[in-house]
């Protein structure tokens, strides 16, 4: 199945937006995106909640898959976030993805109304069938606003062929053993929430969904294979180094954070879109300190 | 100040869609337009919560706009829900629903990622200076991820000018009771949340946004007057009478619920759009249940 | 039934300790129970959670609870607060309290480990088969840990004779909506929640249990006479004058908070047990400036 | 320092009563430690929460610390629980178990209202001004009501000399970050959350206080083993192997779900005291099934 092509670190773009015409810069874009390649990271998602996918309109979402997926070129895989709050506008954004050859797509159930569970089940079985490569199934209730139990998501795996990847970002890792019981460990399931970095990997997640190799690829991309070779002191110290870091791109807003911090590291790829704000010269100053100290 | 053309109910259309075309069907949104202003009701507010509106592109949003405004023909007062992820998009709403002469615009700071205090006073300060009609903040943080305190809502009262209404819409009576110290009795707040109807209105509510008057008119206007004239054991009576109605509605989903409940009514306004499913048979036999025993 | 005698506002006592000997000080005890029933409050209710119930031993509390009921002296109906974490205990408190001649006794389900319905149901039906008056259920999970839904509060009025009251302190109003519903208004309910005095009653609580009138009486008995008088304005305008000394005690602690307040209007009846703070001089003179514009 | 005694797996004894008397059941109590220590468990916790500290009348929680210290006979250090909602009784039990030669006491604030940081500060100096063994603070906001933050915890650690462990029992692996933060590793910490119990030991805890060893304990310090040797695929199997066990244990109640367990393995410990209720027959079915799976 497509789902053992992801492992280890998948990093998120950011989406830059060109300082004068507004619409996605995709110059910026094609350099975050070498910058991501070039450390070494898994795997490449692009729009997802790092990218402000939900504040592009539908051409520029269009315009940004299709550069990120260009700009990767095939050298790791790439799994393109595509929700939407309608079933149909996600069905469309899904097969773009798949005719720009993504591949695997990512899909968080957005809601406005709260979504029954049927609802959300027919919501991805729909996308399910319309598209022939991966979903992996995106938990987040933070920024959704819906939370999909572990039985649901089992049952999402179970019954709809294309879903073979889940993403947990609730931050809590008892989820993770959840999905595990429920499937008997079969479920490849990847952590998206920064602080359980550690123990996700631990507890067995395939993957980690993060926007931090923006920044300190090497803290994410050496945890990983600290855990990998069994050498959990060096894992632990890897982590608690790197931790106030992820709590600051967390707590911040990852699209505000990050793309500040891609600006203290030289690469100006602009605001994020209003209403959210680029960071106060105060949290630029704590971020560069952070980052300094995880990176000594 | 403008925010005296409105009190009372507030009342919410759904967007009916075309069965084949798909896009706004006009002619239904027109009847059922035309049956709340039949029905007594105070005002209309057209592409909120119960509108769908989050689910509309822009085109149909537009489109939307402009036949409800028309319908109501300045008979009521019009409030129009303007609500975007996008601070540039909001604008653009408002200007628009303000060129097609509502009287008011309503404004939820929806969200992905969660705002600051900031942000969302920007947000709000952003469509006030672009507009020349009145906003009505709407409070609201199971459908838009974002719950503003009362001390903001009163801080967006008092330092931006267009923002003179206030829809709280938490289902905590205590809200409102905030909403009144702040301000020494001086905020028009208007109640959201079904349940509260009774309550609200001795606390102080000037109004009572709905989608009930949909298909309950007549309970929702009798609850008002019975408050308005000191008539405490009729009042109670008349809440009583139609709280299941109103729970029902609100724990459905309003655009499924009250879109069922008109066509048992006759107007057939077609499903909601997916992922948001139609009643299921069962529900829709609870629901006509439930309008006649409140109906008797 | 006996439930009829309790109506309008029961007021709750606080405990005194001896400043020398640190047990129970009668004499306070009386006085203050005395200071009560002079401001013409409808019920008295000793051993409470303002009484300090839990924080005594078993001696202190049968001490407490003899001396309450014999000041009262049959002038208003007294219900006593007979809350243990074991049954054993509850019924050896509520068999005193009716050898004590009390009218009712009031049972908090206090937990350590949760307690399943049918652990809480059978606690009561224990209590319910050892006494021979009347018990008022009692929900305020911030206290005890165990939130009753509206659905076993109502299993336990229907299937347990002694239960014959109902006091609930979730501060959600949409509860007593739900025990109104279940029992088609049939269920005695008292609200336990200061901030919701105005709206239980116009949603029809018989009674508010409240420490406020050790304070303020003439406010709640006030608010209490407006409303039963159908003055809705005036009900409105009480609320909101005394609304702000209700939220203080309430947030800052009922035991220590009416100690101090009493102590500012002359009655010497010491600290709190610790680990209870007495309130801070800020607060204190919070509390003060509280007073004076309540009573204005 | 002290703390040094305790590390690994820190065991919970449960406190029988006697069948026909009703006190402490001296017997059955002697010979569940004896079975503790038998299976190698790194120190024993009596009177915490698995033992009903909390349902016992003075002269039984007295009568129970003393028969536990004695019957452990210094073969593995004690923890004694002594946690009492009034600080002078907390007192009291402190020095009872340092006269009784604790090597520690734990200590949970237990609450009926509210404390502040300052009450719960206060709460703990006094309780290690009085006594010369350490005190291992113990945050578990389920049963106590009082959820004592990272911060606050580690200023009880750095400003009270008494206190030298923590306890954290939230279920939060986060909460154990923070500790290990806000005190550069310094701070000693045992996890209280048995499903947390593998990521707790791979973030740093230095011991596990669980009832889990009373019926599985060979998974249980097999675990504990299995990290310390880095073998992080067996520590994960053991894990996944016993969780649905210590899932079940916490869900069902510890004091029912234990005495139930030990009643299967042959020693016949009797009820818990109600308001607990027994295990069903059902859940008993369901316990054994699980242990089979787990012992297999």
């Known amino acids: ?63 940004a898959a299709e550069a990120s997926i260009k700009q990767v070129a095939n050298r790791v895989p790439v799994v393109v976030g595509i929700s939407d709050l309608t079933t149909r506008n996600a069905i469309r954004r899904a097969r773009f993805a798949e005719a720009q050859r993504a591949d695997a797509v990512m899909v968080l159930p957005i ?22 490569i991966p979903i992996m199934v995106y938990n987040n209730p933070a920024t959704s606003g819906v939370d999909m139990s572990p039985l649901l998501i089992s049952r999402l795996v179970r019954d709809i062929d294309a879903v073979t990847m889940v993403k947990e970002s609730t931050g809590d890792i008892q989820r993770m053993h959840k999905l595990h019981q429920l499937s008997d460990g079969q479920i490849a399931f990847y952590n998206g929430s920064n602080p359980l970095a550690l123990e996700a990997f631990v507890a067995g997640a395939v993957g980690w969904c993060t926007a931090a190799p923006n920044l300190i690829p090497e803290l994410n991309i050496g945890l990983y294979d600290a855990v990998a070779a069994g050498q959990l002191d060096r894992a632990r110290d890897l982590f608690y180094r790197q931790l106030p870091v992820l709590e600051f791109i967390l707590k911040g807003g990852l699209p505000s954070t990050i793309k500040a911090g891609l600006q203290l590291d030289g690469l100006d790829v602009g605001a994020p879109r209003a209403p959210l704000a680029p960071l106060s010269i105060e949290s630029r100053d704590t971020l560069s300190k952070l980052l300094s100290q995880a990176r000594r």
């Open 111 to 132: 809601s406005y109304w709260k979504l029954s569970e049927e609802e959300i089940f027919e919501h991805y079985a729909a996308i399910g069938e319309a598209i022939g």
């Open 1 to 63: 199945m497509s789902e053992l092509k992801f492992k280890g670190i998948v990093a998120y773009p950011i989406t830059p937006f060109h300082p004068v015409k507004g619409g996605i810069d995709v110059e910026m874009l094609s350099r975050s995106i070498e910058k991501l390649i070039d450390s070494g990271v898994h795997a490449i998602a692009p729009l997802g909640s790092t990218g402000e996918s939900a504040y592009l309109s539908d051409d520029e979402w269009d315009h």
